[in-house]
């Protein structure tokens, strides 16, 4: 094992195995390797690059592998470099993560050029968030100027990984649905494209047809803040057709809100609410983390349910205990 | 100044004068006063009754205090007892509250039968939301079975609202945006039933195309999780046009709700949600209420907007310091 020092300045030469050591340390929780992972934020976040975060998100089914694998080769193609993540919760039960199974991107396994990273085996998607994050810095830091933060469509997952990147993709199974009936709540509001994937064959017709209604459904939005519209477009990731316009697309997003400065702005809201989040995290946990406290209010959550006691005189009860407990 | 046992046994008496002034104790903040009033609310919490509790929001000029005349006043014809309760903020600071204005609405103020109560004047969104949920409950023990909780149009004191009462309703102006332009962000996903007001004089027609417009978009929508699918319809309140329609929706909801046990649940899972609202709130607040930790936090969010620091590490520091301080 290299010392820090060295590791660090293997990530910032832009060596994979260094890279991969290093977002290890990020993801062990043992004190003596927090401490060590700040070591390694810190001189990551003052060499920091140029980067564009691209959140990537859908059902199971929907093909996101194949269009990562079919989207990353086109952009290390062009001389990007790309890092592939994922935020999945779920992946320590499921053993299903998307990144779990890299056989599934040849083509990016092999690729110099790549850096494939599967969702960090923790079962809090708290944990999963921090630790993607701060992937996210390791990887810009190593030279890796287009990173793809790859989601499975379920709540809060895609709201947390929207939250760190500065665009978000929605990736859509022609004729999952009739119009917006296949869309889940919020969704619209999150996404800043809606893709659907498998135009091809026996699928490229329902393929065109979704794209038509999506399209229609979807200019009865207002643009977001920064002026964007969500824009609907298809593709085959299979085929490799249609990739190319979406990166088009994805390019001219980013010119317009850097032109615009929406840019850096989103990026410093991201932060200053990264801080509020963690602080507010941290001061739940340390709640919840104190035995008498998690016992006492599994009974008065029943009984604030059954009506036997008022949602402010239980929670009064818990912060009495708590107060006492931490002086 | 009656003892705290007589004030409660004129809440329970229905007395309007008991219930303001208890009402008052509620939202005192003073240490004596929570006392009693937690002796208050637990009394009432046993003296509960059956009640619906409806939430109404819109713009400011949409007409919210004449729908709500002309709505309250129908249902206490019907017999109904009506409190007209309001979630506003801002109300200190304007002195625009819709409810301080009480020559808004001349006929409820007489109505034996309606109780009138102004937001409470106190700055912060979270202390108006915990207010006004006593308040609810104080009313339903004094005997009134339909409470309207009015709102202003904006963000998250819509949020708020939304999360104390069974049936959300949503004002809208006839022609104040295309289609669903005029729509704010969410509002779609929060509102049981969009109502068109000023469906009279010059307005009539727009408030027809709007009603058009509006159904034909909403269709797309998915049904809520009750299976519930949000109603549109338009109302003249100047007139007392439509506004019997409106309840006779609302009966409907409540009725189709209660036999599919999703109302109790919803109000089940409302109490939970208070519970870890208020457990969060007060831990933020407390964190917060310290000096060098709000010293702190200016100078180290500053920091990591200008991404001198990360967050991860700003935060870290300011719980270093909160565990010294509250230890």
Redesign the interface.
């Known amino acids: 094992m290299p010392s820090i020092d060295a590791l660090i300045s293997g990530v910032f030469k832009g060596e994979k195995s260094a890279l991969g050591r290093a977002i290890t340390i990020i993801e062990s929780t043992t004190h003596e390797n927090r401490e060590k992972a ?1 070591h390694i ?2 001189a990551c ?1 003052a060499h ?1 690059k140029n980067s564009i975060r691209i959140g990537i998100t859908g059902v199971p089914g929907v093909g996101k592998s194949t269009f990562i694998e079919a989207f990353g080769s086109m952009l290390t193609a062009k001389g990007k470099k790309v890092a592939v993540l994922a935020v999945d919760p779920s992946s320590t039960l499921s053993k299903g993560s998307i990144l779990g199974d890299k056989t599934r991107m040849v083509e990016l396994t092999k690729d110099p050029n790549a850096f494939i990273r599967p969702s960090p085996s923790n079962a809090s998607l708290g944990g999963v968030t ?1 630790q993607t ?2 992937t996210i ?1 390791l990887c810009e830091a190593a030279g890796f100027d287009t990173i793809l933060v790859e989601t499975v469509g379920v709540g809060q997952s895609e709201i947390a990984v929207q939250a760190m990147v500065d665009f978000f993709l929605v990736l859509k199974l022609p004729g999952a649905g009739d ?3 296949g869309i889940k ?2 969704i619209i ?1 999150m996404a800043d494209a809606l893709v659907i994937n498998k135009a091809d064959g026996a699928t490229k017709k329902a393929a065109q047809i979704a794209e038509t209604d999506f399209k229609r ?1 979807l200019h ?3 643009p977001k803040e920064n002026g964007w519209v969500t824009q609907v477009m298809s593709c085959s990731a299979l085929n490799h057709e249609g990739i190319g316009a979406i990166w088009k697309m994805i390019q001219e997003y980013i010119k317009k809100s850097q032109d615009n400065r929406t840019f850096e702005l989103k990026r ?1 809201k991201q ?2 609410n ?2 509020s989040e ?3 995290s ?3 946990r340390d ?1 919840y983390a104190n035995k008498s406290i998690r016992e006492e209010f599994k009974k ?2 029943a009984m ?2 059954q ?1 036997k ?8 009860k ?2 009495q205990i ?1 107060h006492k407990e ?2």
């Open positions: 700040n934020l810190e976040l920091k921090r994050r701060e810095m119009d917006l009936q709540r919020g509001e459904a009865l939005y207002p410093k932060r200053e990264w801080l963690i602080i507010e941290e001061l739940k709640f008065l959550s604030v349910a009506n006691i008022s949602s402010f005189a239980a929670a009064k818990l912060l708590h931490s002086s």
